[in-house]
């Protein structure tokens, strides 16, 4: 009787070890929802955060630009490159600084005004036509709501990691409309977005992690006084 008890006991654990694991066991429980509705708690979730790095490519009119920037509401800053040159971008409330090389200055053939700027935080008048070009780079409330969309119908398209964190992917018209990879650890952030139509693939971390955002010194920065070289 006994050994037939350890027989049964053997049988039933082996049963129960055949069947699938549950992929969002342990999770935030984001993986068992609809893809639309997916996609609106990890909007929420990224509009909550108070700040976020981002880094990729993102590709407008047939230019590609390639981002490394650390957005908050209160300012933001890091690098742009586009066409092989790079340039460095700080925002400190509504003051926004371009630093760049004179190569990025020399677009009007001016080289005395690029010389001057080589190297400095170059201060953009609000008015010029170039605060406008690269303030958007910087502003995490006009941004991110412009990168984290997906076009067509939404689905959910399987369980994946980024970065050692598992995610559920979400796509729209089953990948040409782009794919968003949400953390099932935590809060339901975007992980990874690659957009449609060929537009760009970008990651994003630090969630939540503020960074400093201050005005450069004085020795370190120009007034240029006018409107920008190549605005």
């Not at 990890?42 to 407008?60: E, F, K, Q, W």
């Not at 009119?61 to 092989?84: A, C, E, Q, W, Y």
């Not at 006009?142 to 598992?166: M, N, W």
């Not at 809060?187 to 969630?207: C, D, H, I, N, Q």
């Amino acid at each position: 009787m006994a050994a037939l008890c350890v027989l049964a006991v053997s049988a039933l654990t082996l049963l129960t070890g055949c069947g699938e694991e549950d992929p969002d066991a342990g999770t935030n429980g984001v993986g068992r929802l609809p893809a639309r509705k997916i996609q609106t708690q990890s909007r929420a979730a990224a509009d909550a955060a108070p700040a976020v790095h981002l880094a990729g490519t993102v590709v407008t009119g047939g230019v590609t630009f390639t981002l490394d920037m650390r957005l908050k509401s209160g300012g933001g800053s890091g690098s742009v490159t586009s066409k092989g040159s790079t340039f460095q971008l700080l925002r400190v409330g509504d003051e926004l600084y371009v630093k760049a090389d004179a190569a990025f200055w020399n677009h009007g053939g001016d080289t005395s005004a690029a010389g001057k700027l080589d190297g400095k935080y170059v201060k953009v008048p609000q008015q010029d036509p170039a605060y406008r070009k690269f303030s958007g780079f910087t502003e995490k409330d006009v941004l991110l709501p412009a990168l984290l969309t997906l076009h067509g119908e939404l689905a959910t398209a399987g369980h994946h990691t980024q970065a050692g964190t598992r995610t559920i992917r979400v796509t729209g018209d089953g990948g040409p409309g782009g794919t968003l990879d949400v953390s099932l650890e935590g809060k339901p952030y975007p992980l990874r977005l690659v957009r449609g139509g060929g537009a760009g693939t970008l990651t994003f971390s630090e969630w939540g992690k503020d960074f400093p955002a201050a005005e450069p010194a004085k020795s370190e920065t120009v007034d240029y006084g006018g409107q920008l070289p190549g605005s």
